[in-house]
């Protein structure tokens, strides 16, 4: 203490007096939000639109809110459970959430980056959708034949057996 080396809020994280003695009083949208400007001239404008939305749109919502020093990897946990999607989905949600608070991490915003070597990763055993098309599709009800195109190649030939609706 005596050093200036106390961090109240990290030895006291649950206290409700942590956020007066944060290093930091940024919320998570607020810092999102530099954050995306920041990274605009250094990311693919793909890339920071992908990011944009994700972050902007899934993720602050439902932590827009909180302080950033006060985001634990338990809150991104308990959150993504509830969330309907993908491994891989949920995979591209957390991408950029960990680069930015491994940048927050950095620049000596946050202690550590919660998500810091970190995957959410569910079981999910499911059912392979397939993307035909009309053409290749006659009648979700009837049975499916695919038929060659001029060429003599059927869809069957690039989609396999394991595309084809079940009866």
């Excluded at 059912?127 to 869809?155: E, F, M, V, Y």
């Amino acid at each position: 203490m005596d050093a200036g080396t106390f961090d109240y809020a990290y030895t006291f994280p649950k206290s409700k007096n942590a956020h007066k003695f944060a290093p930091s009083q940024y919320t998570v949208k607020t810092y999102l939000t530099e954050w995306l400007e920041n990274k605009r001239p250094v990311l693919k404008a793909s890339t920071h639109k992908d990011y944009t939305k994700t972050l902007l749109n899934i993720i602050e919502p439902r932590f827009g809110a909180t302080l950033l020093h006060m985001l634990t990897r338990n809150d991104i946990r308990q959150w993504i459970a509830t969330v309907d999607c993908s491994n891989k989905r949920i995979a591209n949600i957390l991408s950029p959430l960990r680069a930015a608070l491994q940048d927050a991490h950095h620049d000596d915003l946050i202690q550590s980056n919660p998500l810091f070597n970190w995957t959410y990763k569910r079981n999910e055993h499911r059912r392979r959708k397939c993307t035909l098309t009309r053409l290749h599709r006659t009648n979700s009800k009837q049975s499916w034949n695919p038929q060659p195109d001029k060429s003599g190649i059927s869809a069957s030939h690039f989609f396999g057996q394991a595309c084809a609706p079940a009866n």
